[in-house]
């Protein structure tokens, strides 16, 4: 077993350098294009969720990909953000192709069935950068070499420790097991939890310990996949993404304090990103 490098704290000036800025001649398509793959009818919450955060983390356009049995309810409930339904996995192909698509984020309540692992698929063979998340990691528990044969473009796992030990066996030692899941599967791997973890392949290790305890609410991790997407989107690299996503994720519960709930952690951003980016 190789030793395991000293984990960095997760603090702004680790990725700073690498935070996107808009160019002010520049257009929304040159801000990136993120898209969500949307949940069933009954399940669309958290599709919501990461949508409206990556919009917040500066994403130029977000679209939801999703059935069109459940195009009226994203209809309503989005205004900034874009739906797009799509009546199999040959059209979310044909949606993801467009080159001005950067970023996809696939998981949150998309349901554990052949629909969410095609899609995975789908994205991961178009070389989009990818977030995956909850049930895109899940549908591949009981072959997860599949899902990491795929793997060879810009990704970022986000599991919690449940959907952690589904694919890579149960974190005894949750900065050895990140770094082992990461050099496993050839993703960054954003192992949740109170002291989140952020392991890349080539071996860095990072330790988010900047989280209160009020971000154990319903919904959150699907905001911080949001968050994660809309910055990969607009180039921003996996590892710095993700280290980024999880600051912004942990500091945005930190400055509302007690009586979070997941709505409204995007909310929080514009006035984080003033104060870590101010306008030239």
């Avoid at 069109?68 to 009546?87: D, G, N, Q």
């Avoid at 994720?249 to 509302?256: K, L, V, W, Y």
Wanted: aromatic share 6%.
């Amino acid at each position: 077993m190789s030793t395991l490098p000293t984990p960095a704290d997760n603090r702004p000036e680790h990725w700073f350098a690498h935070f996107p800025s808009p160019d002010v001649a520049g257009n929304k398509y040159d801000r990136g294009h993120a898209v969500v793959l949307g949940g069933p009818l009954h399940s669309t919450g958290a599709a919501r969720l990461a949508a409206r955060a990556a919009l917040r983390a500066g994403a130029g356009l977000v679209s939801v990909a999703c059935d069109p049995s459940a195009l009226i309810v994203y209809a309503t409930a989005f205004e900034a953000v874009m739906t797009k339904p799509v009546r199999d996995v040959a059209e979310f192909g044909g949606l993801i192709g467009d080159p001005r698509v950067t970023a996809v984020l696939l998981g949150p309540a998309a349901g554990l069935n052949e629909r969410t692992r095609d899609c995975v698929m789908t994205a991961l063979r178009a070389q989009k950068p990818c977030v995956l998340d909850a049930d895109a990691l899940t549908v591949f528990k009981d072959d997860p070499k599949t899902l990491f044969a795929a793997i060879s473009g810009p990704c970022v796992l986000t599991p919690h420790e449940g959907e952690f030990a589904r694919v890579f066996g149960r974190a005894e030692e949750r900065a050895r097991a990140a770094a082992d899941a990461a050099a496993a599967s050839g993703a960054v791997v954003l192992l949740k939890g109170a002291d989140t973890v952020i392991a890349h392949p080539d071996g860095r290790l990072v330790v988010n310990r900047h989280a209160p305890p009020w971000l154990a609410t319903a919904g959150s991790g699907d905001v911080l996949g949001g968050l994660v997407c809309g910055l990969m989107a607009q180039k921003m690299r996996a590892f710095e993404a993700a280290c980024a996503g999880v600051w912004l994720h942990s500091e945005a519960a930190r400055r509302f304090g007690p009586g979070l709930i997941a709505e409204d952690l995007s909310e929080q951003i514009p006035a984080i990103l003033r104060d870590i980016k101010p306008t030239q």
